[in-house]
Every structure is written in structure tokens, then in C-alpha cells.
T-cell receptor, first 109, second 113 residues
Framework: AQRVTQPEKLLSVFKGAPVELKCNYS??????LFWYVQYSRQRLQLLLR??SRESIKGFTADLNKGETSFHLKKPFAQEEDSAMYYC???????????FGQGTRLTINP | EAQVTQNPRYLITVTGKKLTVTCSQN?????MSWYRQDPGLGLRQIYY???????DKGDVPEGYKVSRKEKRNFPLILESPSPNQTSLYFC????????????FGPGTRLTVT
């Protein structure tokens, strides 16, 4: 079965430090992976998707098919990055997003 | 403004009292979904719809119903709510193209006592 695992429920780093939010997936087909972010009292919004290979708000994520990972990284964390982050997998041809459990990121001043 | 709206945003109800949470999108999207968000479990899909009159079960459909009579609306119906349906519910929509992103509504916090 398809599965997305975010091993860290909580992650706390200091402002200016590097951040890495881990995401591993289990899927036999060709995956389509996303990172969504949910700021306090706001709706989920797309942060980035692997197919775009872009950097949004300083975040990047590289799909590693060998390790079945899609970790989210930022070299220098900012206080406004504090939020809930969800990794998600879209199964090829399906209309379902499979979400990980989420990681709450807190950036300390 | 392109958006997904949900009503109500907050609801406290009692066991067994039927309720409906509405969802509407103004982007002419084909695909719509309902998710529930629970601590430690992330978001899980309840039902989805690929177009008018086409709906299918997600991962946790028990105790829920949906309908898609119009393209813009996708209500979630709880015929006989129970306390284990206390959760935060999100509606989402996306277009049919491969690169379309999924837009989420603001969420409905439901408490069933």
C-alpha cells in the first residue's frame, strides 16, 4: 500500500540554522510528491512539488528514488517558517493525495 | 478571487443529529475531495469526486456521504454523527490537468458530543 512517513512530529531549530524535514514514501509506481504548509490558523497551501524542481521561500526538495525520500531543506531558517508541514504523494492516475503525519516546525529566535 | 469555501467553520453537535458541511469552489475544477485531519494521523481522504455525479470512496468513508449535483458544490453529509467523527475537515479541489495544484478550503472544526 502507498504510504508517506514523516518521522519527526516536532522539529525545533534556531533562526539562521539549516532545516531539514524528512519524508519517506512507499509506492511501487512513478511518484508525484508535494510539500504542503499550514501556517497558524490558515488553510493548507502548496509549498512545492518535485516535478517543478523550484525553490519556494528558500525551501527545496529533491526526489531520491533510490532512497524513496523527498526531504525538505532550507539553509537558513526564519521565524516565519514556523508552521505545520505535510509531505504528500499523488498516486499516478488517481485523485487521491496520501499525506504524511505532518511535522510541526518551530523556529526559535 | 479563486477559492474554496466551507460552511460552517465551527460546529458543535450531538450524537445522531444529521448535519451537512458545504463546500464550494469558483474555479470550475473537476476534482473535489474531502479530508479529515487528526493529530498524529495527518490528512486522510474521506471521499472524492471526479466530476458531476461521479463520486468514490477514499480511505475513511465510513459514516459519511457526499453528493455532486453541481460542479461547484460538494457537500459532506454525516447522517448520524458519532464522537469519533470529531475532527477538522478540509474540502479541496483541483483542475483536470496534470500540473494543476490542489486548493484547500479553510477547514471546518466539528465536535460531536
Amino acid at each position: 500500500a502507498q504510504r508517506v512517513t514523516q518521522p519527526e512530529k516536532l522539529l525545533s531549530v534556531f533562526k539562521g540554522a539549516p532545516v531539514e524535514l524528512k519524508c519517506n514514501y512507499s509506492y511501487s509506481g512513478s511518484p508525484e510528491l508535494f510539500w504542503y504548509v499550514q501556517y497558524s490558523r490558515q488553510r493548507l497551501q502548496l509549498l512545492l512539488r518535485h516535478i517543478s524542481r523550484e525553490s519556494i521561500k528558500g525551501f527545496t526538495a529533491d526526489l531520491n528514488k533510490g532512497e524513496t525520500s523527498f526531504h525538505l531543506k532550507k539553509p537558513f531558517a526564519q521565524e516565519e517558517d514556523s508552521a505545520m508541514y505535510y509531505c504528500a504523494l499523488r498516486i499516478q492516475g488517481a485523485q487521491k493525495l496520501v499525506f504524511g503525519q505532518g511535522t510541526r516546525l518551530t523556529i526559535n529566535p | 478571487e479563486a477559492q474554496v469555501t466551507q460552511n460552517p467553520r465551527y460546529l458543535i453537535t450531538v450524537t445522531g443529529k444529521k448535519l451537512t458541511v458545504t463546500c464550494s469552489q469558483n474555479m470550475n475544477h473537476e476534482y473535489m475531495s474531502w479530508y479529515r485531519q487528526d493529530p498524529g494521523l495527518g490528512l486522510r481522504q474521506i471521499y472524492y469526486s471526479m466530476n458531476v455525479e461521479v463520486t468514490d470512496k477514499g480511505d475513511v468513508p465510513e459514516g459519511y456521504k457526499v453528493s455532486r449535483k453541481e460542479k461547484r458544490n460538494f457537500p459532506l453529509i454525516l447522517e448520524s454523527p458519532s464522537p469519533n467523527q470529531t475532527s477538522l475537515y478540509f474540502c479541496a479541489s483541483r483542475g483536470a490537468g496534470y500540473l494543476y495544484e490542489q486548493y484547500f478550503g479553510p477547514g471546518t472544526r466539528l465536535t460531536v458530543t
